[in-house]
T-cell receptor, first 114, second 115 residues
Framework: KAGVTQTPRYLIKTRGQQVTLSCSPI?????VSWYQQTPGQGLQFLFE???????NKGNFPGRFSGRQFSNSRSEMNVSTLELGDSALYLC?????????????FGSGTRLTVV | AQSVTQLDSHVSVSEGTPVLLRCNYS??????LFWYVQHPNKGLQLLLK??????LVKGINGFEAEFKKSETSFHLTKPSAHMSDAAEYFC?????????????FGTGTRLQVTL
């Protein structure tokens, strides 16, 4: 079966612009989480959605937002981009609401802000 | 609250020798524990998971981990390293609060395998 698909794979944006990243989970998975990975901060939790509801949010400014659609696909939006937003953004999906059996990760979207 | 500490940021072993990557965790809830591997410019791949069944967990590619509640540890081992094992390894704790789930990652251990 298809894995978690993230688009686009690479993105270059200018400071002040906004960006939308997309994540299609494994078919049947209703839990989707987003993570930011940077060399300095490592992997940090952004938010988690289940059945179109944001259940949990990490410690990121309001410029970072997301949503989940009825087909479980999720989008993440970052407005007013800053240089520090350059990172690998990873999406993960899980079958269960608890996430107890683990998450499957996509290959990520590498965002570069110039 | 939950946290993960990976005790070594970098481990170097010779091919054919054992691998030990150390991880300690803390969690206010009954956690699930995972090890993920990340090869350069790739996403994260699940190696193995502990979900309150057997304390010795077998994963892919010959990796194992033992859950020790008294020591709050979940160390990753492999009897014999292969060159293809060179990658970054993340110990991860997952907790479900009843309303939300969240993964907390360790800072990663970079495994180098030499000839």
């Amino acid at each position: 079966k298809a894995g978690v698909t993230q688009t686009p794979r690479y993105l270059i944006k200018t400071r002040g612009q906004q960006v939308t990243l997309s994540c299609s989970p494994i078919s049947g998975h209703r839990s989707v989480s987003w993570y930011q990975q940077t060399p300095g901060q490592g992997l940090q939790f952004l938010f988690e959605y289940f059945s179109e509801t944001q259940r949990n949010k990490g410690n990121f400014p309001g410029r970072f937002s997301g949503r989940q659609f009825s087909n479980s696909r999720s989008e993440m939006n970052v407005s007013t981009l800053e240089l520090g937003d350059s990172a690998l953004y990873l999406c993960a999906s899980s079958l269960e609401a608890t996430g107890g059996n683990g998450y499957t990760f996509g290959s990520g979207t590498r965002l570069t802000v110039v | 609250a939950q946290s993960v500490t990976q005790l070594d940021s970098h481990v170097s072993v010779s091919e054919g020798t054992p691998v030990l990557l150390r991880c300690n965790y803390s969690s206010s809830y009954s956690p699930s524990l995972f090890w993920y591997v990340q090869h350069p410019n790739k996403g994260l791949q699940l190696l193995l998971k502990y979900t309150s069944a057997a304390t010795l967990v077998k994963g892919i590619n010959g990796f194992e981990a033992e859950f020790k509640k008294s020591e709050t540890s979940f160390h990753l081992t492999k009897p014999s390293a292969h060159m293809s094992d060179a990658a970054e390894y993340f110990c991860v704790v997952s907790a479900y609060t009843g309303t939300a789930s969240k993964l907390t990652f360790g800072t990663g251990t970079r495994l180098q395998v030499t000839l």
